[in-house]
């Protein structure tokens, strides 16, 4: 090739490289100044070609090796900072997570939509109706390793404030946990078991006499896996109410240990679960008691409040779960004791209640699965419903029988000590004249379609043991004394 000073530099060094590896003088791998030192020793480079051309070279090695470098130190500021760099995600909800996973926070909320109809006897009396039963919207995470919390309201709610939940958790160890705030107390299964995943529609008849969300704090851990424990002081006032009264203003105390026998012996297939819990306490100021039916019709008991402010309750709660595979047997005993003095005399009242009931996964899928630390949670599917060529979800039938004997308050008892009373107040339908004992029935069909989807379809039937009077206050229409309720109810329920 004949070179002249108007060829390419580039085209000089690429003729000469290819002349050099044809004859075998030049090594493989050669660098760039290693090949033009020997291009200009072989008189293939002039010397201004061999110095122009070794400054390109030069600055292009400069070059690269400055590209390498800020690579480098990008990679290195990459993994110096990925412990506090965040990715979203969903896994039964959205998740927004630390690199190192110490960190996270959580977008968590809840709807449940309600239907209700009522048949039979009062049927005139209560209203056939759609409800938003919950429709929770909060926020979660997990700072550090060990610091959890969560602050969560109802906007369902009709009364203000709207807050359910609002707690911090310091995980010291498994075995020792402290929380504060507001949040579930240690005692009840079916209360601990969130209503995302309740067995039926709504809760027993013993739900409404156990303690529930309160503001206090708790001591609680699993120490070993199979079992847990929580110990808590609380306001006993209920949700969102402080002590407000000074000669009542004593921490309740509640307590609750749980083990689950076959994390023992080591079979997953299986739930073993017993539990006891305890709670003391002084009653908050002008407090009665009431119960609904599991149709959430009929008040059907009602007391006046209760007299004097050294009411003491104590609450004494046994419970019982087995599971099998896709079979699940589960109850709860309750015994409720109010016990104080008025003017007249001392008394000491007692509320027992109870419920049991058989529930079985169609498709297979197993309760073991779903139970941790002493409460039963999400059950995944074995395969999600979808429309095109999917699966159909789980699907779940069940019966619980439930029962409410608080034959010890009477009409006849003296006023302040328990009194069995018209429900106070006019709602839909006014309770005229009430009983102190009665049997639910549910009957329950579920579908989930998918982790965090159900739809729920029950019938629910409320004997009652003397027959309770309901007065609608509206159109003046006339009372109506009943022996039971009927009611067929729907709920279509998503959380995230």
């Known amino acids: 090739m004949e070179v002249t000073a108007k060829t390419p530099r580039r085209l000089i060094l690429a003729a000469a490289i290819a002349g050099l590896f044809a004859t075998a003088v030049m090594p493989a791998f050669a660098d760039t100044e290693t090949l033009l030192d020997k291009l200009h020793e072989k008189g293939v480079l002039t010397d201004e070609e061999y110095q122009e051309m070794r400054t390109e070279a030069r600055a292009e090695k400069r070059a690269q090796a400055l590209k390498e470098a800020q690579a480098g130190e990008s990679k290195e500021k990459a993994r110096e900072a990925f412990p506090t760099q965040t990715q979203g995600k969903f896994k039964e909800g959205f998740v927004w997570e630390s690199g190192d996973k110490s960190s996270s926070v959580t977008i968590a909320g809840r709807v449940q939509a309600d239907y209700r109809k009522f048949s039979g006897e009062g049927s005139s009396v209560t209203a056939d109706t759609f409800d938003l039963r919950r429709a929770y919207l909060g926020v979660a995470g997990k700072m550090y390793d060990y610091v959890t919390w969560d602050i969560t309201g109802d906007f369902a709610q009709t009364t203000p404030p709207p807050l359910d939940v609002a707690w911090i958790n310091f995980a010291i160890n498994p075995s020792v946990q402290l929380r504060f705030g507001q949040f579930k107390m240690p005692f009840s299964m079916e209360e601990l078991t969130s209503s995302r995943f309740i067995d039926f529609q709504e809760r027993s008849l013993l739900n ?5 969300k309160e503001r206090g704090f708790m001591v609680w851990g699993v120490p070993t896996p199979g079992l847990v424990y929580g110990v808590a002081l609380s306001t006993g006032q209920g949700k969102n109410n402080n002590d407000t009264v000074p000669t009542k203003a004593k921490a309740d105390l509640i307590g609750r ?14 739930v073993l679960h017993f539990a006891g819990a305890y709670s003391e306490g002084i009653l908050p100021a002008n407090f009665g008691l009431s119960d609904r039916t599991e149709g959430r019709g009929a008040t059907f008991f009602n007391t006046a409040n209760f007299a004097g402010d050294n009411v003491r309750r104590r609450r004494e709660g046994l419970e019982l779960a087995l599971a099998w595979g896709p079979v699940k047997l589960q109850s709860e005993l309750l015994r409720v004791n109010y016990s104080g003095a008025v003017p007249t005399q001392s008394y000491s009242r007692n509320l027992d209640a109870n419920y049991v009931e058989a529930l079985w996964l169609v498709t297979g899928e197993h309760y073991a699965d ?4 002493g409460a039963f949670g999400r059950i995944l599917p074995n395969s999600n419903f979808a429309m095109h060529g999917g699966g159909w979800g789980t699907f779940e039938v069940g019966l619980r029988l439930s029962h409410l004997d608080a034959s010890d308050f009477k009409a006849s008892n003296a006023a302040g000590t328990g009194v069995l009373a018209a429900q106070p107040g006019t709602p839909i339908p006014q309770l005229v004249t009430p009983t102190n004992m009665a049997t639910g029935t549910s009957v329950g069909v579920k579908w989930i379609m998918n982790p965090n989807t159900r739809i729920y379809l029950n019938y629910v039937l409320t004997r009652f043991d003397t027959d309770i009077t309901l007065k609608p206050n509206y159109n003046n ?10 009611a067929a109810t729907l709920r279509v329920g998503i959380d995230f």
């Open 208 to 212: 409404q006499f156990v303690p529930q």
């Open 257 to 270: 240990v749980a083990v689950n026998v076959a994390e023992f012996i080591e079979q997953k297939n299986m």
């Open 370 to 373: 779903a139970y941790k630390a």
């Open 477 to 486: 229409q006339p009372s109506a004394t009943i022996s039971a309720e009927k």
